[in-house]
T-cell receptor, first 114, second 113 residues
Framework: EDQVTQSPEALRLQEGESSSLNCSYTVSGLRGLFWYRQDPGKGPEFLFT???AGEEKEKERLKATLTKKESFLHITAPKPEDSATYLCAVQRFYFSGNTGKLIFGQGTTLQVKP | DAGVIQSPRHEVTEMGQEVTLRCKPISGHDYLFWYRQTMMRGLELLIYFNNNVPIDDSGMPEDRFSAKMPNASFSTLKIQPSEPRDSAVYFC???????????FGDGTRLSIL
């Protein structure tokens, strides 16, 4: 069964204190892994898509990496405005019987204190 | 471009009432998704459409839930009759193609008393 596990559930950092969020997955035939950011009262906002092991994507203070079993979201010198819940999701290759829907992890809630 | 638009933002109703949630996807997006988010189960896909046709409804919890997409710019999710356990945030999302990132609306917070 496809499964996505994110850790830690919650993370509190001081402004400027770098850290990483983990997304472990088990899926048959990974087509893509997606990272989203969700602010309270809002819908998830797309950040990155990673397709193959070794791939990296960057956006401002965020960098996402992918291995065959997990993905990391590295946050460098975070600011209070980076506080949010970060969700990862996996998508399998689609074929007969598999429609390629996204399977989300439970998320990591990040709080960055000034 | 306007994002995904959902209405209402909040809905409070009594058990047994019919609830209709509405969604306008981003123009030009061929895929539309309905999700439900709860603390216990996280974000779960209920159903998705491609070119207005339902493709995967395996996440629809039971017959009380139904979804329609009468045209490319409008979809509804209906619950009849509603129950307290249906209380959740319901999101609509759309994407240009199946493998492309999904763009979410800000959701409808539904409370069934």
């Amino acid at each position: 069964e496809d499964q996505v596990t994110q850790s830690p559930e919650a993370l509190r950092l001081q402004e400027g204190e770098s850290s990483s969020l983990n997304c472990s997955y088990t899926v048959s035939g990974l087509r893509g892994l997606f990272w989203y950011r969700q602010d309270p009262g809002k819908g998830p906002e797309f950040l990155f898509t990673l397709y193959s092991a070794g791939e990296e994507k960057e956006k401002e203070r965020l960098k996402a990496t992918l291995t065959k079993k997990e993905s990391f979201l590295h946050i460098t010198a975070p600011k209070p405005e980076d506080s949010a819940t970060y969700l990862c999701a996996v998508q399998r290759f689609y074929f007969s019987g598999n429609t390629g829907k996204l399977i989300f992890g439970q998320g990591t809630t990040l709080q960055v204190k000034p | 471009d306007a994002g995904v638009i959902q209405s209402p933002r909040h809905e409070v109703t009594e058990m047994g009432q019919e609830v209709t949630l509405r969604c306008k996807p981003i123009s030009g997006h061929d895929y539309l998704f309905w999700y439900r988010q709860t603390m216990m189960r996280g974000l779960e896909l209920l159903i998705y459409f491609n070119n207005n046709v339902p493709i995967d409804d395996s996440g629809m919890p039971e017959d009380r839930f139904s979804a329609k997409m009468p045209n490319a710019s409008f979809s509804t999710l209906k619950i009849q009759p509603s129950e307290p356990r249906d209380s959740a945030v319901y999101f609509c999302a759309s994407s240009r193609e199946k493998g492309q990132p999904q763009h979410f609306g800000d959701g409808t917070r539904l409370s069934i008393l």
